[in-house]
């Protein structure tokens, strides 16, 4: 019986269709095929997949695939800010999502977060925050503080900054850094112009320098100069391509009093009412193999294991792409490796010094230490008072460029060694000897470390902010990025981490690669029937009109499920219509 009125609706269709005999063969096959799986379907528990989909009549399609679809499973690549931002965020939808973690360190997550509580259980925060130290509160909202209220974590402003100049033996504090300050704006403003007006692009370095040295700024104070070279900047060489380039940094700091690495901490282990995510240590993933067919993503460790997931955040940083230690298959398209050779990569660490007492004055917040020689550039010229922020008698301090990297080569006494002559030439042997005994020195080596190879993203002379967004660009059907280098605005900060992080998450929820697919359908589409109705107007004779009309209906009645065509009738029939139904929508 159904079969009999099946091929009815079969015959008159492929009437109506002007199929062949041969097409009209495989619609046959279809519909045997439909019958058998409606029969499976009858059998397969108490209500069938045809009887659930009834329920979603009228309803959008989407909502029957959402509700009834098995979750898509996500792995996340790297537990830094930004794949655990990441992480979160999809695990929010546990309905439709599925989420893995995995973590290349053996011992600890965080990535360039860092807040050693390890290796010292009863630290407060901010005393052993090697990686990520404050964050930056200047211009705009950062969402990191709502995230921070959110959490109950309290922060704290860095306090007033002193400029130290050995060599004059001289402090420059309170107003007269006001004025030094608006000397800094003004150098900074004709750099930039500077740097807008040559035809070959300029280094914020090379900028400044000229404006100082051929005299287009009166100083009158030579401290001016000395704070901008002591500014990251100056110091790592940036593009003056851009006007962010001209901005020293020095203010407008806040500190967590628990840390930053409480950040992630929390995004990990989640708050009172959510559960905790699922995080794999010791796993470093070697290759990331797109499946096309199966619409899937492996991922390879390199202890020989592997996973297969729908989607993967691949949120480790740009070095382990560019390094080739993380592979694609295939490769990913040119234009990411060109970007990424092109993108800067700081180098930056920290020290840091515990005392038995503090010996340096309380109400300072950060110390500058104004340097002359080249080769002391960088070296340990910018220090945090860590007692002012939470009364432990330490000191932090930064390392940027090639002093960066040299101390890192320094064995534990030689580092000692250094800060001591660096503390001394700033505060005097009277008050360094109140100090008593180094009681703790730590220190960071981002550079050799095997998992960031380096600090963090910076415009390089050469590169562009749309290398940084190239990277927002999931390659489909299932690889997104996260991480500070994948967005220009907020590069190599944590902030800038953890929204790429909420930004990859909504990719995935959305469904972009999916949304992608259709857009290029549709172009495809339209491109053939301007292609189909450019030839109609070349071609004439009733003859070959009719069999155009013919193709043209063909190609409409045809749609895609999971990627591959069927046979319209075929969909049709699903959607358990009467023959009359099936035929005048066929018709329209
Ligand atoms: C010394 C220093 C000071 C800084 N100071 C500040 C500051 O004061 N304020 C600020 O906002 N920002 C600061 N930053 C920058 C900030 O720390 C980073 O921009 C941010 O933490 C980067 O987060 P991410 O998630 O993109 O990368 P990461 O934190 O590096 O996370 C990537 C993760 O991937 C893991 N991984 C790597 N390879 C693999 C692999 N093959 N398989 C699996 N996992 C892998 C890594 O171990 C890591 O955990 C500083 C950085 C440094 C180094």
């Avoid at 005999?21 to 058998?36: A, V």
């Avoid at 995995?102 to 009863?122: H, I, Q, S």
């Avoid at 993203?457 to 940084?468: A, D, E, F, L």
Wanted: proline residues 4%.
């Amino acid at each position: 019986m159904f079969l009999h009125s099946a091929f009815a609706v079969e015959k008159s269709v492929c009437h109506k269709l002007c199929l062949a005999p041969e097409d009209s063969l495989t619609m046959k096959f279809s519909i045997i095929l439909f019958l058998i799986l409606c029969i499976v379907h009858c059998f397969d528990g108490n209500e069938s997949f045809e009887d659930k989909k009834n329920k979603f009549v009228g309803d959008e399609e989407k909502d029957f695939n959402k509700k009834f679809a098995l979750p898509k499973d996500v792995v996340v690549i790297g537990a830094g800010m930004a794949g655990l931002a990441a992480a979160r965020r999809l695990t929010t939808d546990k309905t439709n999502f599925t989420v893995n973690i995995y973590e290349a360190r053996r011992e600890r997550f965080g990535g360039r977060v860092w807040t050693d509580k390890l290796a010292n259980p009863r630290a407060k925060g901010p005393e052993v925050d090697l990686g990520a130290f404050s964050l930056t509160a200047a211009g705009k909202n950062n969402p990191l503080f709502e995230l921070a209220a959110d959490l109950g974590l309290k922060s704290v402003s860095l306090g007033e900054l002193q400029l130290l100049i050995p060599w004059e033996k001289r402090v420059v504090i309170g107003t007269d850094l006001d004025t030094v300050f608006s000397e800094t704006s003004k150098i900074l403003e004709l750099a930039m112009n500077e740097s807008k007006a040559s035809k070959i692009e300029m280094s914020v370095r090379e900028a400044v320098d000229a404006v100082i040295s051929n005299g287009k700024v009166q100083l009158s104070d030579s401290a001016s100069s000395y704070l901008i070279q002591s500014s990251r900047p100056y110091l790592l060489d940036y593009s003056g391509k851009y006007p962010q380039s001209f901005q020293l940094g020095f203010a407008h700091k806040k500190v967590l009093l628990d840390g930053m690495g409480e950040l992630t901490d929390r995004l990990l282990s989640g708050d009172l009412d959510e559960p905790p995510l699922h995080l794999g240590l010791n796993k470093a993933a070697r290759q990331i193999k797109i499946d096309k067919k199966r619409n899937k993503v492996v991922v390879r460790f390199t202890d020989g294991s592997q996973v297969i997931a729908d989607a993967v955040v691949v949120a480790v940083p740009l070095s382990i792409i560019s390094s080739g230690d993380l592979q694609f298959e295939p490769f990913l398209p040119k234009a990411y490796y060109e970007a990424a050779k092109e993108m800067g990569i700081t180098w930056e660490n920290r020290v840091i010094v515990e005392f038995d007492h503090a010996f340096w004055p309380q109400e300072i917040g950060m110390f500058v230490r104004a340097v002359q020689a080249e080769e002391e550039m960088g070296h340990l010229q910018v220090w945090f008072n860590i007692n002012q922020i939470v009364g432990v008698p330490a000191l932090s301090g930064y390392l940027g460029g090639k002093a960066a990297e040299a101390f890192e080569k320094l064995s534990d006494e030689e580092a000692e060694k250094a800060v001591l002559s660096v503390l001394l030439e700033m505060f005097g042997e009277s008050l360094l000897s109140q100090g008593g005994k180094v009681v703790r020195l730590q220190r960071s080596a981002w550079i050799s470390d095997s998992w960031s190879k380096g600090a963090a993203t910076y415009p390089k002379v050469g590169s562009s902010p749309s290398m940084w967004d190239i990277f927002a660009e999931p390659i489909c059907p299932g690889v997104y990025f996260a991480g500070e280098h994948t967005s220009f605005v907020d590069h190599g900060t944590v902030h800038g981490a953890y929204v790429s992080g909420l930004r990859a998450a909504s990719q995935i929820m959305g469904d972009l690669c999916e949304q992608k697919r259709l857009e290029q359908e549709e172009r495809e589409r339209k491109q053939r029937e301007a292609e189909m109705a450019k030839k109609e107007k070349e071609t004439s004779g009733t003859g070959t009109i009719e069999r155009s009309v013919c193709r043209q209906r063909k190609e409409k009645i045809s749609i895609n499920i999971i990627g591959s065509p069927i046979p319209a009738a075929f969909h049709l029939l699903t959607k358990k219509q009467t023959p009359t139904q099936a035929k005048s929508h066929i018709d329209t």
